[in-house]
Structure formats: structure tokens, C-alpha cells
């Protein structure tokens, strides 16, 4: 606000993961970048941030669809305040600047809707066609993404997004019935008899493997390699396929 600081979102170095990222405070006078700190505990409770702007004495971001806004001193880093939520909008925030004006502060904010959504096609395996159109699966809105199915069709596991969160669900097809899982940001995939459903959670860096039934998940890998992801599971349901690092690697747990 005062024209003599730049904050921006970066690491150290080019090759630095991105759980090393944070929000610096760099003075335009050349002098040596700041660490904030304030990055970390908003992407723990939040999920990976948007900086948006700083227009005085609290930074403005999006997070899960709303702006939030939390308190910044550049004089003072060390104490570190929880954001709190600015909008409860139906759509997603993605742009916004702000501004000090009377004592309060004006908003002027870009607001856009986004969904993805699940799709059914019937195929003849064996000639490669499609016997009918694509028709939708059924859903209650928010977004769902990164559909899989155990070798015997009997479920459908996805991600779900909505205002409310992220969470593993999953749709018995023979009952026709729904239920949540576990919420976290995660790409399912369940074991060949659809009895347990393994997945990677993005935020924690961790394989987590539960039933089908519901219960407690159990880490069964915290790793802190790059481009983590469950490739699948052995046809006997005993051992998971997961893939990690640069250059990628298969292993087996």
C-alpha cells in the first residue's frame, strides 16, 4: 500500500517443492526477499490459496470459491492471525481488487460458475461402438471428477467439489444409494472386489486405504516425492500399483 514493497507467491529456488512456497514481502529497493509464513497455516486450513491483493492492513485471497481476507503487518511477521471469510457466493471468486475508502473496504470482485460432471456411455466392448448417446449421471450439483469403478461394476467412486468442500463419495449401481466417504481432496480408486477403495490425499502427501463400508482410513505411505498417484491394484487385491517422482517411477505397496 505504501509503494515501497512487492508481495508475491514464490520459493527460494526454481526447483523447490511446492510444500517450500510461500508469500514474500520483496522491497522494490533491491533489498533481500522476506518470508511471511502466512502461506503455510492458510493452505492447511484452506487448501492452496489465490493472493489476490493487499490493499492496507490485510491481504485479500480466494480459497474454496470465497474471498477471504487476513491480517498483514510488514513491520511485525510474527504473529500470524486467522484469515476470515469476506463472500459466500454460489460461484466461484477468481478475481478481485480492493481498496481502503472512508475506512472500509470496497471490493470489486469477478465471480464465475465452473462445474464438471460425470457422463455414462454403454459400449459394445468388442466392436468398439457405442450403443446409445452419452447421458448424465445423476447429481445434486458442485463439481465431480476422477471417476473409478472396481473390476466388477458394482460402484462408482468420484471426487466431489462444492462450496461445502471436497469429499470421496460413493454410488452403489445395483441400489442406487450414495454416501460420503471421507472428505479430502483425493483421487479414489477402488480394489477389484470394490471391498476397500485406496487414495492419494493431495494436501497430506499420504495414501490413505479403507473400506468400502465406512470406518477410519489408515495410512499405509507419507511420502514427500513428486507427482504422487494411485496407478491401480494387482488383479488379486493385494498389493497397490502407485506411481511418484521425476522422472516417474511404478512401485508396489
Known amino acids: ?17 511446492r510444500e517450500k512456497r510461500d508469500w514474500w514481502l520483496a522491497p522494490i529497493d533491491g533489498s533481500p526477499a522476506i518470508k511471511t509464513g502466512l502461506l503455510s497455516p492458510i493452505q492447511n486450513r484452506l487448501g492452496h490459496p489465490s493472493l489476490l491483493d493487499w490493499p492496507g492492513d490485510g491481504i485479500v485471497f480466494s480459497a474454496r470459491g470465497n474471498l477471504w ?6 513491520t511485525d511477521l510474527s504473529k500470524v492471525q486467522e484469515p476470515h471469510q469476506l463472500t459466500n457466493a454460489a460461484g466461484n471468486a477468481t478475481e478481485a481488487a480492493a481498496m ?5 473496504m470496497r471490493i470489486a470482485v469477478a465471480v464465475g460458475a465452473t462445474s ?11 466392436r468398439g461402438k457405442a450403443l446409445r448417446p452419452m447421458q ?13 469403478s472396481p473390476a466388477n461394476g458394482s460402484a462408482l467412486f468420484y471426487l466431489q467439489n462444492d462450496p461445502s468442500g471436497s469429499a470421496v463419495r460413493m454410488r452403489d449401481l445395483s441400489a442406487g444409494t450414495e454416501k460420503m466417504l471421507v472428505t479430502a481432496v483425493a483421487r479414489p480408486k477402488p480394489s477389484p472386489d470394490g471391498s476397500q477403495v485406496a487414495y492419494f490425499d493431495f494436501k497430506e502427501g499420504a ?11 489408515s495410512v499405509v505411505l507419507r511420502t514427500k516425492d513428486e507427482r504422487v498417484g494411485i496407478y491401480g491394484w494387482s488383479a488379486d487385491g493385494k ?5 511418484h517422482g521425476k522422472p516417474i517411477r511404478f512401485s508396489l505397496l
Not at 2 to 17: I, M, Q, R, T, W
Not at 69 to 74: G, I, M, R, T
Not at 116 to 126: F, G, M, S, T
Request: glycine share 10%; charged share 20%; aromatic share 6%.
Open 100 to 104: 481502503q475508502a472512508n475506512g472500509e
Open 239 to 243: 498389493k497397490i500399483v502407485y506411481c
Open 69 to 74: 481476507e487476513v491480517c498483514f503487518n510488514s
Open 207 to 217: 495414501i490413505y486405504l479403507m473400506s468400502t463400508r465406512g470406518g477410519d482410513a
Open 1 to 17: 500500500p505504501d509503494g515501497k514493497h512487492v508481495l508475491l507467491e514464490g520459493a527460494e529456488s526454481v526447483n523447490a517443492p
Open 136 to 148: 448424465p449421471v445423476a447429481h445434486t450439483g458442485g463439481s465431480r471428477r476422477m471417476p473409478a
Open 116 to 126: 464438471a460432471h460425470l457422463w455414462k456411455l454403454r459400449l459394445d466392448a468388442n
